[in-house]
């Protein structure tokens, strides 16, 4: 019931932006929609082919250079759309490096993520890595809409990165594991919002599922995405909106404090839940507090 109301809210909001002007079709590029909600910032609306939710892809545009906000599926000329939009200079950046977020990142030479990401990262970066996620052909696209795989460069960044778009807009790399190790937000200090990815969004963060082995496994789990939001929790008059990689635009900031409610009530009684959700084989309990929810298994404590 939890995320049927939130994914109701975001279908609202994206026919509001329609009725305002405020979203198109490109036309060199129907499979995409394009929504203008901020002025120098353009989100992206990619379908899923069906692993994975409906994705984002923000595109921030400062004086001097431009970023881009992960990547999405890869189907359609998300290089070309870009460079439509912009003729600034650009980086790319994945805010973690599940495939409906970085399949798109073939058709760029070279993507920045968060140094506990990059290993996964480089596993997912093969000819056949697509395969799992997106199908030779679905309901609106074919063979043709997707791009060749090519290799890319991957260059890992710690939190507190910054890039610098010129005229005194900078973002900074803000590290929020918990759904994956490397989970990472971009902050813009000049237009305020937090381009969150899935570690903060309108529908639950999902901690769920068997804890993944390696070198950073303790970053998989709802006690260090609660001790990330202690310390974002303090810089909450820094940002007034996140924009996340799946759902609504413009989540108010106060979902911080309550997603940080959300983690210590899941740590204090795991037991306690007030939903269930299901996702690729696998169940997780969901708590809710106000905007902040978190999908989570016993395994991701």
């Known amino acids: 019931m939890i995320i049927e109301r939130q994914t109701m809210m975001a279908l609202q909001q994206l026919h509001r932006l329609w009725a305002d002007g405020k979203a198109w079709r490109p036309k060199d590029y129907p499979l995409a929609e394009v929504f203008e909600t901020v002025p120098g910032v353009y989100s992206i609306f990619g379908r899923s082919p069906g692993a994975g939710g409906d994705a984002w892809t923000h595109l921030i ?20 759309l870009i460079e439509s939009l912009t003729d600034k200079p650009y980086d790319v950046f994945n805010t973690h490096f599940h495939g409906d977020h970085t399949m798109g990142n073939v058709q760029f030479d070279r993507v920045y993520i968060h140094r506990y990401d990059l290993e996964p990262l480089q596993k997912l970066m093969t000819p056949t890595a697509r395969e799992g996620f997106v199908p030779d052909e679905g309901e609106f696209y074919t063979l043709k809409d997707i791009p060749p795989f090519k290799p890319y ?59 993944p082995e390696g070198e950073y496994q303790d970053y998989y789990t709802v006690h260090a ?77």
């Open 225 to 301: 995405f609660r001790d990330a939001l202690e310390k974002l929790a303090k810089r909450v008059g820094e940002f007034d909106v996140l924009y996340p990689g799946h759902n609504y635009l413009g989540v108010p900031n106060e979902i911080v404090p309550q997603e940080l409610q959300v983690c210590e009530s899941i740590l204090a009684n795991p037991d306690q839940y007030d939903d269930m959700l299901g996702s690729i084989g696998r169940t997780g309990m969901v708590r809710q507090i106000g905007w902040g929810s978190v999908a989570y298994s016993k395994e991701r404590l």
């Open 61 to 80: 545009i400062g004086e001097e250079r431009a970023m881009v906000v992960d990547t999405g599926f890869g189907i359609g000329d998300l290089r070309g």
């Open 153 to 211: 460069e991957i260059l890992p960044v710690d939190e507190g990165y910054t890039f610098d778009l010129g005229g005194g807009e900078t973002l900074e790399v803000v590290h929020l594991p918990g759904h994956t190790a490397g989970g990472a937000a971009l902050l813009d200090h000049k237009k305020r919002i937090l381009f969150s990815g899935d570690a903060i969004c309108g529908t639950p963060t999902f901690i769920f599922g068997a804890l």
